[in-house]
T-cell receptor
Framework: GEDVEQSLFLSVREGDSSVINCTYT??????LYWYKQEPGAGLQLLTY?????DMKQDQRLTVLLNKKDKHLSLRIADTQTGDSAIYFC????????????FGQGTELSVKP | EAGVAQSPRYKIIEKRQSVAFWCNPI?????LYWYQQILGQGPKLLIQ????????DSQLPKDRFSAERLKGVDSTLKIQPAKLEDSAVYLC????????????FGEGSRLTVL
């Protein structure tokens, strides 16, 4: 089955850029997502990219997709303390009913 | 637009007891999902409904877990009897249609089994 891997922790200084990485195994993944989870809260969809795209930019967020290496990254520019949270990578496969397979999450800590 | 509503937010029970969680999806959303998120892990799909029918329950431990969505709107997830390893956050999500690229999650119900 599909496997999604992320590094567990990332610490950056306020104002720096953060890059969170994710690798996946199934080449039939159709949509690839980044979700944010703050303590005690549900999952908030940040952005997603379709598998035929290489890059998507949305304000401070840039998503890069390398299909050959099955590698997805999320770059947060000008990281703020409010960006401290757990970030989940997830992959969806078309014709599997919208089911998402999640990574284990990367805890981003932003120090002032 | 109201989001996905879940209750209760927190529940503490002893092992072998039963518990039920309720979810009300966003109005008009045909597809409803229950995910289990164990501490330190990503969410894992337990069951998916399309209207009142089950699409995927392959990861649901059917000896103790059950779920229903009788009228195709709100849904209940039940655990009976609970085990220690069922301690987790149970997240409900909904989407407008099946294979939608956008899932909307509720805040979750945190279960602690002692």
């Amino acid at each position: 089955g599909e496997d999604v891997e992320q590094s567990l922790f990332l610490s950056v200084r306020e104002g720096d850029s953060s890059v969170i990485n994710c690798t996946y195994t199934d080449s039939s993944s159709t949509y690839l997502y980044w979700y944010k989870q703050e303590p005690g809260a549900g999952l908030q969809l940040l952005t997603y990219i379709f598998s035929n795209m290489d890059m998507k930019q949305d304000q401070r967020l840039t998503v890069l997709l390398n299909k050959k290496d099955k590698h997805l990254s999320l770059r947060i520019a000008d990281t703020q303390t409010g960006d401290s949270a757990i970030y989940f990578c997830a992959v969806g496969i078309y014709n599997q009913g919208g089911k998402l397979i999640f990574g284990q999450g990367t805890e981003l800590s932003v120090k002032p | 637009e109201a989001g996905v509503a879940q209750s209760p937010r927190y529940k503490i029970i002893e092992k072998r007891q039963s518990v039920a969680f309720w979810c009300n999806p966003i109005s008009g959303h045909a597809t409803l999902y229950w995910y289990q998120q164990i501490l330190g892990q990503g969410p894992k799909l337990l069951i998916q409904f399309q209207n009142n029918g089950v699409v995927d329950d392959s990861q649901l431990p059917k000896d103790r877990f059950s779920a229903e969505r009788l009228k195709g709107v709100d849904s209940t997830l039940k655990i009976q009897p609970a085990k220690l390893e069922d301690s987790a956050v149970y997240l409900c999500a909904s989407s407008l249609i099946i294979d939608s690229k956008e899932l909307f999650f509720g805040e979750g119900s945190r279960l602690t089994v002692l």
